[in-house]
């Protein structure tokens, strides 16, 4: 099992939450809540307004998103679902827990770490320079105040 920090979409409550939850897809059991522990920006840029961590340490805010212990075989759907390694790339991060709920190994190895995990994340270095310049936030709702409705797959 690895450990995958999700701070957009695939969060509880947001679009494509769905695959989380479809067992075809793999196993994904939720652990707890985190943020980065250091700052990065996440913003909404595209088209089909998608949320994405750039991946430029130290700049934005401390991200703000959801742990899960996942499988072999979810980690590679979610490889593939997030176009990893072109418009995603998968790395390890480290996230302060705010919240747990995991059980077992893994609660042991927060309790090691200071409340600190690492955590496969998937942000972007292969972004448009002007993206830089878009508003950041410190967490994503597909539904915010910023009035970027996210646009489904099946509705490109």
Request: hydrophobic fraction near 35%.
């Amino acid at each position: 099992m690895a450990r995958v920090f999700v701070y957009g979409t695939l969060k509880k409550g947001q679009p494509n939450y769905k695959h989380m939850i479809n067992t075809a897809k793999g196993l994904a059991k939720f652990q707890g809540r985190g943020r980065t522990v250091e700052k990065y920006p996440l913003v909404i840029a595209g088209k089909y307004n998608i949320p994405y961590m750039l991946n430029i340490p130290g700049t934005g805010h401390h991200v703000a998103g959801e742990i899960y212990s996942v499988d072999e075989q979810m980690l590679q759907f979610l490889d593939e679902f997030e176009g990893c390694p072109d418009m995603y790339q998968r790395t390890l991060m480290r996230i302060q827990v705010v919240e747990w709920e995991g059980k077992g190994g893994a609660g042991e190895a927060w309790a090691a770490a200071d409340g600190v995990l690492e955590c496969f994340v998937y942000s972007t270095a292969t972004y448009p320079p002007e993206w830089v310049g878009l508003p950041y936030y410190d967490s994503y709702d597909s539904s915010g105040k910023h009035g970027l409705s996210y646009v489904l797959r099946e509705s490109r």
